[in-house]
């Protein structure tokens, strides 16, 4: 355990100090991270406005569900779908099969160190679109409370399951229509888009029955305080039994996918 911790801090501190040498395309990649939730908010804020409420949403709580919904997101996101494949078609994932870890702890080192970076600059976005927009945002202290496990229990869950997808890669040297339909997925049944209270009830069971709503919208919906306390549990022990069963996929998925993996070069 040691020694994972050990290799966990330095990679922290290796990947932090990478991704400030390119602060611009940092900023870059930021701009873009806020400037989707702030659309929806404007567009469904509007839709409100004409109309009053739109499905129990008024302006000042679509600015509350965007605004949680953009810091969810960020504390859930990932870009191994995008990278694995390169690392795969070019060959330099047989380097990381070389060392003494598994890839994937690597993986997530990189990925903590982006939010150690980035995090900050959504705070501050965050809190500038809150004095803009006047959020009602009024969760209970239990809610608070349970949040906090269940944004971990939705990084955990997202990054495996994207994990999961990306090996794809090892089967097709070009994932691009596998990670453009899983995206769409994510983003109509993870609440990105609208809150699925505002969907069809089909939509609505089928976002339940997949991880999609456990990534991204149960934690918000939480944070908003929209759920009762029975309604939260259950939601955290469905985010509990999604990584198991995601986490035994991984598993057979991997040990598949390294006995075909062969370099392609680039």
């Known amino acids: 355990m040691s020694?994972?911790?050990?290799?966990?801090l330095q990679q922290l501190k290796t990947v932090t100090?990478?991704?400030?040498?390119?602060?611009?395309?940092?900023?870059?990649?930021?701009?873009?991270?806020?400037?989707?939730?702030?659309?929806?908010?404007?567009?469904?804020?509007?839709?409100a406005t004409g109309g009053?409420?739109?499905?129990?949403?008024?302006?000042?709580?679509?600015?509350?569900y965007f605004i949680a919904a953009m810091l969810v997101n960020h504390i859930t996101y990932t870009w191994i779908m995008w990278e694995h494949e390169y690392r795969v078609r070019d060959g330099t994932f047989s380097f990381a099969l070389l060392r003494p870890v598994h890839?994937?702890?690597?993986?997530?080192?990189?990925?903590?160190?982006?939010?150690?970076?980035t995090f900050p600059i959504i705070l501050f976005a965050a809190a500038v679109l809150a004095v803009i927009f006047h959020p009602d945002l009024h969760p209970p202290l239990w809610a608070v409370a349970l949040f906090f496990p269940a944004a971990v229990m939705a990084f955990l869950l997202r990054f495996l399951v994207e994990w999961t997808v990306a090996q794809t890669a090892f089967w097709t040297t070009r994932t691009e229509a596998v990670n453009q339909m899983y995206f769409m997925l994510l983003l109509f049944l993870s609440g990105q888009i609208a809150?699925?209270?505002?969907?069809?009830?089909?939509?609505?069971?089928?976002?339940?029955?997949?991880?999609?709503?456990?990534?991204?919208?149960?934690?918000?919906?939480?944070?908003?305080?929209?759920?009762?306390?029975?309604?939260?549990?259950?939601?955290?022990?469905?985010?509990?039994?999604?990584f198991g069963a995601v986490l035994l996929l991984l598993r057979v998925v991997w040990r598949a996918g390294i006995k075909i993996y062969s370099a392609v070069g680039a």
Do not use: C
């Open 17 to 47: 100090a990478f991704m400030l040498q390119y602060r611009a395309a940092l900023g870059i990649w930021m701009i873009g991270h806020v400037l989707e939730p702030l659309v929806y908010l404007i567009v469904w804020s509007a839709v």
């Open 103 to 117: 890839p994937i702890h690597s993986d997530i080192s990189d990925n903590l160190a982006s939010k150690v970076v």
């Open 195 to 242: 809150p699925l209270e505002l969907f069809p009830a089909p939509i609505r069971v089928l976002a339940a029955a997949l991880p999609f709503r456990w990534m991204i919208s149960f934690p918000v919906e939480l944070l908003m305080g929209r759920l009762t306390p029975s309604a939260a549990l259950a939601g955290l022990s469905i985010q509990a039994a999604w």
């Open 52 to 64: 009053g409420r739109t499905g129990g949403f008024t302006p000042r709580t679509f600015a509350a």
């Open 3 to 8: 020694y994972y911790v050990e290799y966990y």
